[in-house]
């Protein structure tokens, strides 16, 4: 069993940045990040190969966020900039021992975290 920790969320005004972390308890393979607005369903948001040289983001938030891993210290982060009131949400951090990053955007995921909520004010 695999822990995720989030951490890094806050407030932050629109244009404003900030960057998330997750720490795994073991080794993970695709990882991942989604989030959930009030009101709407989890949503992809970025995903990450085992050795961090594929990435691909959702068309939300591509150009702004960027997504990165440390395996040496099982730690995922994402870098988010010119943050937007329409980020606003609570983001997970998710993680799968197999499978590829197509399937981690289709929520096929072993391990979730239990959120960091992010508040972008305008």
């Known amino acids: 069993q695999v822990q995720l920790v989030e951490s890094g969320g806050g407030l932050v005004q629109a244009g404003g940045s900030l960057r998330l972390s997750c720490v795994a308890s073991g080794r993970t393979y695709i990882m991942g990040w989604f989030r959930q607005a009030p009101g709407k369903e989890r949503e992809f948001v970025a995903a990450?190969?085992?050795?961090?040289?594929?990435?691909y983001y959702a068309d939300s938030v591509k150009g702004r966020f960027t997504i990165a891993r440390d395996n040496a210290k099982n730690t995922m982060y994402l870098q988010m900039n010119s943050l937007k009131p329409e980020d606003t949400a609570q983001y997970y951090c998710a993680a799968a021992l197999l499978g590829t990053i197509a399937t981690m955007r289709e929520g096929r995921v072993n391990y979730w975290g239990k959120g960091t909520l992010v508040t972008v004010s305008s």
């Open positions: 990450i190969s085992g050795g961090g040289g594929n990435t």
